[in-house]
């Protein structure tokens, strides 16, 4: 796991250990859900996903997961989910990536 920091224009990584009792510091592990089994709180990876950064161009959702705070079935075929990182529209069984929650 890295710290990011920011020492005047330059970025550093800092290799930081893994504690096994805290599991803000374990590996993030990931796994695929549909649009439409998606839930409030889910931490998404969106960076280059092909309805919500199409182009892989949003710095902000390559650096940081995208967390849900609403799911509204708009049609049948268009599920808005707002994020943290704003409002995207996707089919209900368009897949995507998520963060494993620890149990």
């Known amino acids: 796991m890295f710290d990011i ?5 330059d970025t550093v990584l800092k290799w930081q250990k893994a ?3 805290d599991p803000q510091t ?11 089994n998606s839930k409030v709180g889910d931490r998404l990876d969106l ?13 902000s959702l390559e650096c940081q997961y995208a967390v ?3 799911i509204t079935p708009e049609t049948t075929e268009c599920t808005l989910i707002q994020t943290s990182e704003g ?3 996707f089919p209900p069984e368009h897949v995507l990536t998520r963060e494993v ?3």
């Open 5 to 9: 920091m920011t020492k005047g224009r």
């Open 19 to 21: 504690d096994p009792t």
């Open 26 to 36: 374990w590996p993030k592990k990931m796994e695929t859900v549909l649009v439409k």
């Open 47 to 59: 960076f280059e996903d092909r309805y919500a950064d199409p182009n892989g161009e949003s710095f």
């Open 68 to 70: 849900v705070e609403s």
């Open 87 to 89: 409002a995207f529209g």
């Open 101 to 103: 929650r620890h149990k």
